[in-house]
């Protein structure tokens, strides 16, 4: 993905580094309308172990402080945050 994002004059603005144990990558960019996007891969995980998701989830109040920079429309963001899922993160963060 790194590659593919270089040869299309993609910026990467952090990483690919890895931030948590024992191998999980993170790069960030910006797509062309200027949203934040990160992409996170657990190097030495399999298909059927997506612990990178629950290790990038942000604690509720954290995700509600992300959306509300994006939108002050309040049924929306509860609606947004009704879809997160229900288990606790791996790692607890509050930003990104």
């Known amino acids: 993905m790194e590659q593919r994002l270089k040869e299309n004059g993609v910026e990467i603005v952090f990483g690919p580094k890895a931030i948590v144990t024992p ?3 993170s ?4 797509d062309p309308n200027g949203i934040r996007l990160e992409i ?10 997506l612990a990178v998701v629950r290790s990038f989830t942000l604690s509720r109040e ?4 992300e959306l509300e920079t994006i939108s002050d429309d309040a049924a929306w963001i509860e609606g947004m945050l009704d879809c997160m899922p229900e288990e606790e ?8």
């Open 27 to 30: 790069m960030y960019f910006y």
């Open 62 to 65: 954290a995700m509600r402080r």
């Open 40 to 49: 996170s891969a657990d190097m030495d995980g399999n298909d059927d172990d």
């Open 23 to 25: 191998n999980i990558h």
């Open 89 to 96: 993160p791996l790692y607890k963060r509050d930003k990104f």
